[in-house]
């Protein structure tokens, strides 16, 4: 079959079937050329392999429940509460957070190390929860991965179809949302802080965290992120607009806690 036939099948095939979806996110209509299954089988088939290529698990498990708490709180207020969602902290050096499909969500020591309160990880843990939630990997393998890998990837058992979600998943390590996902990354990631009753302006503490250091090329934050200096700049418009809402100085910042069960922890 021709490539452009192809592509006029899985059309049709999206408005008979599962192929457009609505965001659960904006609400919107969108064309989904992978199905929620398929997000699924990537994140769970996936995880393991950014496990190994950063740096494996942080073995110790007091950091590892209190991560995963902290998103558990994030998750429960989020737009798929009751999707499964998995935090794990990855021995890392590099100042890093990312989210597979499906629910896995990760951070690096070097991300944890650079923090200083649970609010401030609560921010990361909700930004990577919102592109999960607003099914960017998914919007984005459909346009950016091509229609063939796509196709291989979430069709039928074949021989190679090992292969091709390994293709997949090294695609997904350097993916890159556009500008309008990372915005809408930030505005729900504000909105499921303050949810979870976490002080939104942790998240300007990050940025300038961000901003500050600059040794490493952190595959999330800083590579396919834009310039700090520019989302720091949304980000207080959003929390401005947010502040008339709500009395944000009742959140919850706990930097006690994150110095217990991060900091202390990561103390060779
Ligand atoms: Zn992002």
Same mark, same amino acid.
Request: proline share 3%.
């Given at each position: 079959?021709?490539?452009?036939?192809?592509?006029?099948?899985?059309?049709?095939?999206?408005?008979?079937?599962?192929?457009?979806?609505?965001?659960?996110?904006?609400?919107? #209509? $969108?064309?989904?050329?992978?199905?929620?299954?398929?997000?699924?089988?990537?994140?769970?088939?996936?995880? @393991?392999?950014?496990?190994?290529?950063?740096?494996?698990?942080?073995?110790?498990?007091?950091?590892?429940?209190?991560?995963?708490?902290?998103?558990? %709180?994030?998750?429960?207020?989020? !737009?798929?509460?009751?999707?499964?969602? !998995?935090?794990?902290?990855?021995? !890392?050096?590099?100042?890093?957070?990312?989210?597979?499909?499906?629910?896995?969500?990760?951070?690096? %020591?070097?991300?944890?190390?650079?923090?200083?309160?649970?609010? $401030?990880?609560?921010?990361?843990?909700?930004?990577?929860?919102?592109?999960?939630?607003?099914?960017?990997?998914?919007?984005?393998?459909?346009?950016?991965?091509?229609?063939?890998?796509?196709?291989?990837?979430?069709?039928?058992?074949?021989?190679?179809?090992?292969?091709?979600?390994?293709?997949?998943?090294?695609?997904?390590?350097?993916?890159?949302?556009? %500008?309008?996902?990372?915005?809408?990354?930030?505005?729900?990631?504000?909105?499921?802080?303050? #949810?979870?009753?976490?002080?939104?302006?942790?998240?300007?503490?990050?940025?300038?965290?961000?901003?500050? $250091?600059?040794?490493?090329?952190?595959? &999330?934050?800083?590579?396919? !992120? @834009?310039?700090?200096?520019?989302?720091?700049?949304?980000?207080?418009?959003?929390? &401005?607009?947010?502040?008339?809402?709500?009395?944000?100085?009742?959140?919850?910042?706990?930097?006690?806690?994150?110095?217990?069960?991060?900091?202390?922890?990561?103390?060779?």
């Amino acid at each position: 079959m021709l490539k452009t036939q192809l592509t006029a099948f899985i059309l049709l095939g999206c408005v008979l079937s599962s192929g457009c979806a609505i965001n659960p996110v904006t609400g919107e #209509k $969108q064309l989904m050329l992978v199905s929620e299954d398929w997000e699924l089988q990537v994140g769970r088939q996936y995880s @393991p392999e950014v496990e190994k290529q950063l740096g494996g698990r942080i073995e110790n498990w007091q950091l590892q429940n209190y991560i995963n708490s902290v998103g558990q %709180r994030i998750a429960a207020v989020s !737009h798929l509460p009751d999707l499964e969602f !998995h935090y794990t902290a990855l021995n !890392h050096e590099s100042v890093n957070a990312m989210a597979l499909p499906g629910g896995y969500v990760f951070i690096t %020591r070097g991300m944890l190390e650079k923090l200083t309160s649970e609010a $401030q990880l609560a921010g990361v843990l909700a930004h990577e929860t919102a592109h999960v939630t607003a099914r960017h990997a998914a919007a984005a393998v459909s346009s950016q991965m091509g229609i063939d890998l796509v196709l291989s990837a979430a069709g039928r058992k074949t021989s190679g179809g090992a292969m091709d979600i390994a293709r997949l998943g090294s695609g997904l390590i350097g993916l890159h949302y556009s %500008r309008e996902q990372e915005m809408q990354a930030d505005t729900y990631g504000l909105d499921y802080m303050v #949810k979870a009753g976490y002080s939104p302006y942790a998240m300007i503490e990050t940025i300038e965290m961000l901003q500050r $250091q600059n040794e490493m090329r952190p595959i &999330e934050f800083f590579s396919s !992120h @834009p310039d700090p200096a520019n989302r720091k700049t949304s980000i207080t418009s959003i929390l &401005e607009h947010m502040s008339t809402n709500v009395y944000l100085p009742n959140l919850n910042t706990g930097e006690a806690e994150y110095d217990k069960f991060v900091l202390a922890n990561l103390v060779d």
